[in-house]
């Protein structure tokens, strides 16, 4: 390490006023209560947790993060890996539950080469495997007896999973299935944990029987010796290098070369193959295979918020404490003005703050929409194992409710996902010049989370799912055969007051803000549909529209949420009314700012006026900025994320950023162990180093 700086520098201070001063100044003007809003936010259970085990983490040199900024790939996965390894060692050692080791994980920070075993992996073999597949794969897993991965995208296909090539011939002499890669694009890539760490994976691949293709289905292949860790006969596996962020993981490529296995490896939950007859059995609930997929989606809209939180955290303490310039029309000398003062700023961090809010109760929205559906198909299951059968009521809300919130999790995921990785990079360049060194915590996050925009589904390719929805529901509208769920409710809505016009209140009633929204996307379906089925424009022609129609529809489901949510006696009653008129405040700007800035469409649908949208740009949104922007550091502070685990010198919860920053690229920075030799003609690129051979 560099040696320590000289007494000297030890002595100085960064100049008045000390950003610990400014922090307690802010914190000081706002009355907004921390510890309640950040126990309805998490709840007390969860918050107790994460002080609990951020002192077990905090005393294990192994989870260190010092070096997280300097060291090499090579250097960083295998470390990653020792801190996954303890971290399954306090596991059980601490008797943990799913949730502790995950928030365990979140607090850690960096993705792991147990990563996709402990998702992807354990969650597929639990929800498509049989009990005898469980007892012969799932239990050795959850004791990491045996480490998988979920190897479903290939070098040539992605989003689209029906175009997979890796093939899994069924052999009916000796009842096997023949794995095999029959091109270069067959190979398995970019899946998580795979390059150096699984030695067993659940391989998406094309079931062949008898020469005809039954498509993609999920089989169990071992790629590695249980002993040596070294790849089996006909299996080429491997890491496929650095990447732009993500680097902790070992994101790997796997090939087969006609590689033979067991017919109990085909996970058979939903479908499988007689072994007697050669027979396919198809799945007995097509429906049922979107369960892991929607939940994951609903995850990732939950946990958006989260990962926005942490980026708004940073910027909005660092520009309380920044200084820069003197305000133009202020008088006397009162000094340099902080940074998120100028308005400039405000209108990038406060809708950002906003959207965190907005985001996370959406996100507990989806989940108990999620939880809903679940307990509905269970019930239907219960109902025909009973044989007394399910009603058509029944089965036909069930089906309502899963075609609805498939829908809502592929555009609220790529709409919460989207909002989370761009407002990360406005977050970093919201804290200047500093934004950019890797000590302020916000770019490492941002590349670390990326992929979320791409993978379980492109967040482009996802919207067309929504669409395909949407003019569905609008189709059945029109035929009288509308459904009972919130998409028909608001096509039919609209459809019964178009001709007499909207006629929206947005400034003055918050319940007309959700309305305008629902109205805008029923406008934007009956519109893509008369493309569709009366013009008869091609798919492709449409998908800027279908695009446009799932953004709006996400929208107006993040402002419903978000308006229940803050209107919720689960919310008025665990919060003072100061606290709750700041949150109503925050539901404002998150809307009215999303409004102006789509405001060509809410006009177009005639959801809103000229003069409304004119008095929103210039004195409701400004008003909100004026009106949250004393109480900003608190409602960062109500995320309760603690400066472990932002890692982040310019967003500590003291606010000595100046110091931080300074002994970290000082004291930690082992380029600085370096002396180098500069001259040309000097071979040696270090001092007292030999010269190279070549």
Same mark, same amino acid.
Request: net charge positive; charged share 15%; proline share 3%.
């Given at each position: 390490m560099p040696s320590p700086p000289p007494d000297w520098v030890k002595a100085l201070k960064p100049a008045e006023p000390q950003g610990s001063q400014l922090l307690q100044q802010e914190r000081d003007q706002s009355n907004v209560a921390v510890d309640k809003l950040a126990e309805l936010l998490h709840t007390k259970e969860a918050l107790a947790r994460q002080d609990h085990l951020l002192s077990i983490l905090q005393a294990e040199k192994v989870f260190d993060k010092s070096q997280n900024h300097t060291q090499g790939r090579t250097e960083r996965i295998q470390r990653s890996l020792a801190k996954a390894k303890r971290l399954q060692q306090l596991s059980v050692q601490h008797k943990w539950s799913q949730e502790e080791l995950h928030a365990a994980n979140e607090l850690l920070g960096e993705p792991t080469p147990y990563g996709l075993h402990a998702s992807m992996f354990l969650v597929t073999?639990?929800?498509?495997?049989t009990p005898e597949q469980h007892k012969l794969f799932l239990e050795p897993a959850q004791n990491y007896q045996i480490l998988g991965c979920y190897a479903q995208t290939e070098l040539g296909h992605g989003s689209n999973v029906r175009g997979l090539e890796t093939t899994a011939t069924w052999n009916p002499d000796d009842k096997t299935f023949t794995i095999h890669s029959p091109t270069l694009t067959a190979s398995k890539w970019w899946i998580g944990s795979l390059g150096r760490t699984a030695n067993h994976a659940v391989v998406m691949a094309q079931l062949f029987i008898g020469g005809? @293709? %039954?498509?993609?289905?999920p089989f169990v292949v071992q790629i590695r010796d249980m002993n040596t860790h070294q790849p089996l006969e006909n299996v080429y596996v491997g890491d496929i290098g650095p990447k732009f962020g993500y @680097?902790?993981?070992? @994101?790997?490529?796997l090939l087969f070369n006609h590689v033979k296995i067991p017919h109990v490896n085909m996970l058979a939950r939903f479908s499988r193959i007689n072994k007697e007859t050669n027979e396919y059995m198809r799945p007995a609930s097509p429906s049922l295979i979107y369960g892991t997929l929607t939940w994951v989606r609903s995850n990732i809209v939950l946990q958006a918020g989260g990962v926005l939180a942490r980026g708004v955290t940073i910027a909005t303490r660092y520009c309380a404490v920044r200084r820069q310039f003197q305000d133009r029309d202020a008088t006397g000398n009162v000094g340099e003005n902080?940074?998120?003062? %100028?308005?400039?700023?405000?209108?990038r961090l406060l809708p950002l703050l906003a959207s965190m809010y907005a985001l996370h109760f959406t996100g507990r929205g989806m989940m108990r929409l999620y939880q809903e559906n679940q307990n509905r198909m269970k019930a =239907? =299951?219960?109902a025909a194992q009973e044989k007394r059968g399910a009603g058509p009521e029944e089965l036909r809300a069930g089906a309502d409710l899963l075609a609805d919130l498939h829908a809502t999790s592929c555009g609220l995921k790529a709409l919460a996902s989207t909002t989370a990785g761009e407002g990360l990079e406005v977050c970093?360049? =919201?804290?200047?010049?500093?934004? %950019?060194s890797s000590y302020s915590g916000i770019g490492p996050w941002y590349s670390d989370y990326?992929?979320?925009?791409?993978?379980?589904?492109?967040?482009?390719?996802?919207?067309?799912?929504v669409a395909r929805y949407l003019l569905k529901s609008a189709r059945a509208v029109l035929a009288g055969k509308g459904s009972n769920n919130d998409t028909s409710r608001i096509l039919q809505a609209y459809l019964a007051r178009r001709d007499k016009g909207a006629s929206f209140d947005i400034l003055g009633n918050d319940s007309d803000i959700v309305a305008a929204f629902a109205w805008r996307t029923a406008h934007l379906t009956f519109e893509a549909l008369k493309h569709r089925d009366v013009e008869k424009r091609s798919w492709n022609s449409l998908l800027v529209d279908f695009w446009r129609l799932s953004t709006a529809h996400s929208q107006y489901l993040v402002v419903k949420n978000f308006y229940e949510a803050v209107t919720?006696?689960?919310v008025t009653g665990s919060l003072d009314p100061e606290t709750t008129g700041v949150l109503h405040k925050l539901f404002r700007l998150y809307a009215l700012h999303t409004l102006e800035r789509e405001a060509s469409e809410f006009f177009s649908s005639s959801a809103v006026t000229v003069r409304q949208i004119g008095l929103t740009q210039n004195n409701e949104v400004m008003k909100l900025l004026d009106e949250i922007r004393p109480h900003a550091v608190r409602l960062v502070d109500s995320w309760k994320i603690p400066d472990w685990q932002l890692d982040s010198s310019l967003g500590k919860y003291d606010g000595e950023v100046y110091p931080d920053l300074f002994r970290r690229a000082s004291q930690e920075n082992p380029v600085n162990d370096l002396v180098f030799d500069p001259y040309p003609w000097n071979a040696a690129v270090l001092k007292n180093e030999r010269p190279s051979k070549l």
């Open positions: 073999l639990r929800e498509q495997g005809k @293709n %039954y498509g993609p289905h @680097n902790t993981m070992d @994101n790997g490529f902080q940074v998120l003062n %100028y308005k400039m700023v405000q209108v =239907a =299951a219960q970093r360049r =919201a804290c200047g010049g500093h934004g %950019y990326l992929p979320t925009l791409t993978w379980e589904g492109d967040n482009y390719m996802l919207t067309q799912q919720s006696s689960h």
